[in-house]
């Protein structure tokens, strides 16, 4: 593909359900990136994977978050039991490999009731 | 983890040239990237720079100084397109993960 792609753009959903978001990165890149940013702020990282494995979960903000990668490929992004505060965009990047130019794609943009 | 600091917001005029200061802590650093992100927009790579001194890429050019934690961006020739927030990034305690500053958003005017 041309770059990173990632469904849906838009997202409302109502307070306590469940959201999955998906991430489509540029094909062989090994490292995979998410993020989150509010409006005004700076991206907050959530999670890192390396190929299907992810090394660092350190920022996804509680139990409620996870994410998985498959086939070194497509990511997803499962928000569980979704509250106000998870409003923000939801940006995912990829890389060739770690510590390279990060290649972003264009956001889902999350809004919960 | 890392810490970046940057200024909050820049005005300039369009033809000057503007310089973008980004501090960041210098322990396990592994290289600072520069991304620039219009408004609405998934944020897009400008500069890596891993080695001390000043990297050109036409409009655009990137400095660091890694004995004092510090890097700019400089943008010549300013035009109005060049309005967008700026964000400065760097790994830090040997992660290869970058940490986003909070951006500094450029205004451009006539």
């Known amino acids: 593909g041309a770059g990173v792609s990632q469904s849906p753009s838009n997202k409302v959903t109502e307070k306590g359900k469940d959201v999955e978001l998906r991430c489509d990165p540029i094909?062989?890149?090994?490292?995979l990136y998410w993020y989150r940013q509010s409006l005004g702020q700076g991206l907050e990282f959530l999670i890192y994977f390396q190929g299907n494995s992810a090394p660092d979960k350190s920022g996804l903000p509680s139990d409620r978050f996870s994410a998985e990668r498959t086939g070194g490929s497509v990511s997803t992004l499962t928000i569980q039991r979704t509250q106000q505060e998870d409003s923000a965009v939801y940006l995912c990047a990829s890389s060739l490999r770690a510590a390279h130019e990060q290649f972003f794609g264009p956001g889902t943009r999350l809004t919960v009731l | 983890g890392q810490n970046i600091d940057q200024p909050t917001e820049m005005t300039a005029t369009e033809g000057a040239i503007v310089q973008i200061n980004c501090t960041y802590q210098?322990?396990?650093?592994?290289?600072l990237f520069w991304y620039q992100q219009h408004a609405g927009e998934a944020p897009t790579f400008l500069s890596y720079?891993?080695?001390?001194g000043l990297e050109e890429k036409g409009r655009f050019s990137s400095f660091l100084s890694r004995s004092k934690g510090y890097s700019y961006l400089l943008l010549k020739e300013l035009q109005m397109k060049d309005s967008a927030s700026y964000l400065c990034a760097a790994p830090s305690g040997g992660s290869y993960i970058p940490t986003f500053g909070r951006g500094t958003s450029l205004i451009v005017h006539p």
């Open positions: 210098t322990s396990g650093f592994n290289g």
């Open positions: 720079n891993v080695l001390d």
């Open positions: 094909s062989g890149h090994t490292a």
